[in-house]
């Protein structure tokens, strides 16, 4: 397989699965180690695409709160997200600090996937049971800015699949409402995990080798591939539950968990 291939099968995946519930960093890493490891730089910058993409979507609203932050709705919706991103931030540089390293084996990965799955129908039943809650909590505002740590620690399980799911079991039950929510905390959350692990790179001259063509074309395939994923979850979150997910990370955990026990796919080391 071609590079150029290979940099643009990147670039989808990343776009595809950075905002859906179904885990981007697990799906990367599986893709790799069929199509080759790529550098932390270059994870970064097609993760950026990916940002830049839900950037442009919630634009409007973003304005909105920035134009009428005296409004007290708009405040108080506001002060949630900065306090979520805030717990995310100080919490994940204690992690960094103490040398926390994602794992680059599959099994966790597949695990992770497997179980998540199993959760996400529970949690989405048990929601079900509750009134169609729109308003954002400060229980929740903290607990979505707990679940972003969690899912940074064990990939495959998925940030937006964390953070969604987890307002929509403490009251915010409106599909539409937790998912925005949890996307706009996002938006901040990674901006800044990005820029910080790229100016690591950068300082520690993990740039050098780079082939910027490369990284230009991942970003502008991962940022369009995430704009266009995005605007359809919307629009089908709408009318339908997240099962389809649900059922989509049951099989791809349990088929890879059986190529692993099979010894038809190797656990740690890229292609």
Do not use: C
């Not at 100016?199 to 940022?223: C, H, M, P, R, Y």
Request: proline share 2%; aromatic share 10%.
């Amino acid at each position: 397989m071609s590079d150029l291939l290979q940099v643009i099968l990147l670039g989808l995946i990343e776009g595809i699965t950075e905002f859906l519930p179904i885990s981007s960093t697990g799906h990367l890493l599986i893709a790799e180690h069929w199509l080759g490891a790529r550098s932390d730089v270059f994870n970064v910058v097609i993760q950026a695409g990916a940002i830049l993409a839900v950037t442009l979507i919630y634009r409007a609203r973003l304005w909105e709160l920035l134009r009428n932050f005296h409004k007290p709705d708009n405040r108080d919706y506001a002060l949630k997200l900065i306090t979520a991103f805030l717990i995310t931030a100080v919490l994940g540089l204690v992690v960094t600090k103490l040398g926390f390293k994602l794992p680059e084996a599959i099994s966790p990965v597949a695990w992770a996937l497997l179980i998540g799955g199993f959760w996400m129908i529970v949690a989405e039943w048990l929601a079900a049971k509750k009134a169609d809650g729109v308003r954002i909590t400060w229980t929740v505002a903290i607990a979505v800015g707990l679940a972003q740590i969690v899912a940074a620690i064990f990939p495959g399980s998925s940030r937006s699949a964390s953070t969604i799911f987890i307002a929509m079991l403490l009251g915010t039950s409106n599909r539409a409402a937790a998912t925005e929510f949890a996307f706009l905390v996002g938006i901040p959350t990674m901006y800044a995990a990005s820029g910080y692990e790229l100016l690591k790179q950068l300082k520690q001259g993990g740039a050098g080798g780079e082939n910027w063509t490369d990284l230009s074309i991942a970003f502008v395939i991962s940022t369009i591939t995430a704009f266009i994923a995005v605007k359809w979850l919307l629009g089908y979150i709408r009318s339908h539950r997240f099962t389809a997910f649900a059922v989509y990370r049951i099989v791809l955990g349990g088929g890879l968990l059986t190529l692993l026990a099979m010894g038809l796919l190797k656990d740690v080391g890229g292609a």
